[in-house]
């Protein structure tokens, strides 16, 4: 069975900073891209910052600059480094990836890690 599993989450002071991780486990035969994903109370899910297996990156227009998202595919894990955090930064944060289960089988996205909280205190 395939798992995401996050971790870093916590409660930060603004201008502090967190290193949110996610690792796949579960017998895969690709991951072709990976993703974090926030969710502020009442507002929708939105995407943070995606990479490809190839190492190209897509960051959200609100957090370029603060956070860097890097993957380590020997691990197949996901990083999210997030600098000089804000308030507006609380959420859960979430970890997405699209994953080739088999050679047979289609790249799906629907993978996502069970959430970590995110606080960031003014």
């Known amino acids: 069975q395939v798992q995401l599993v996050e971790s870093g989450g916590g409660l930060v002071q603004a201008g502090g900073s967190l290193r949110l991780s996610c690792t796949v486990s579960?017998?895969?035969?690709?991951?072709?891209?990976m993703g974090w994903y926030r969710q502020a109370p009442g507002k929708q899910r939105e995407l943070v910052a995606g990479i490809t297996s190839g190492g190209s990156t897509n960051i959200a227009d609100s957090v370029k600059g603060r956070f860097t998202i890097s993957r380590d595919n020997t691990k197949n894990t996901v990083n999210l480094q997030m600098n000089s955090l804000k308030p507006e930064d609380t959420a859960v944060y979430y970890c997405?990836?699209?994953?080739?289960?088999?050679?047979?089988?289609?790249?799906?996205?629907?993978?996502w890690g069970q959430g970590t909280q995110v606080t960031v205190a003014s």
């Open positions: 579960g017998i895969i035969f690709s991951i072709n891209y």
């Open positions: 997405n990836a699209v994953i080739q289960e088999s050679r047979w089988s289609r790249p799906t996205n629907g993978y």
